[in-house]
């Protein structure tokens, strides 16, 4: 059994920045993708980045360029730094894993196998 804690979030005035953290914890053996997920009241859950076991990377492309990924120094946590926030960037964020055994690749894909407990972004002036 994997947990996933987040940490991070909060109210941000546009154009600010957030972190975000998640941490596995329990039973970590093994290969998975780490993705952050986003929810919007009323909308389904879109994945929006993903980072391998060995660093590769992606980005939903309404994101590149302003959101980005990163390990910590444990290498478990990964952290996603939310830059140039907007308004229509409100949502819970959600950290979730992915058992993997293709390291190279990481799809932002609905598909999961554990979740975190979401942390609430807001962005408002």
């Known amino acids: 059994q994997l947990q996933l804690v987040e940490s991070g979030g909060g109210l941000v005035q546009p154009g600010g920045s957030l972190r975000l953290s998640c941490t596995p914890r329990g039973n970590t053996l093994g290969y998975y993708n780490i993705l952050w997920f986003r929810q919007i009241p009323g909308k389904g859950r879109e994945a929006v980045s993903c980072?391998?076991?060995?660093?590769?990377?992606n980005y939903l492309d309404a994101i590149k360029g302003r959101f980005a990924l990163s390990r910590g120094s444990s290498e478990r946590t990964v952290h996603f730094e939310l830059r140039d926030l907007q308004p229509e960037d409100s949502a819970v964020y959600y950290c979730?894993?992915?058992?993997?055994?293709?390291?190279?690749?990481?799809?932002?894909?609905?598909?999961?196998?554990?979740w975190g407990q979401g942390t609430q972004v807001t962005v408002s002036p």
């Open positions: 979730a894993a992915k058992f993997t055994s293709q390291v190279r690749t990481c799809e932002l894909e609905p598909n999961v196998d554990y």
């Open positions: 980072i391998s076991p060995i660093g590769v990377k």
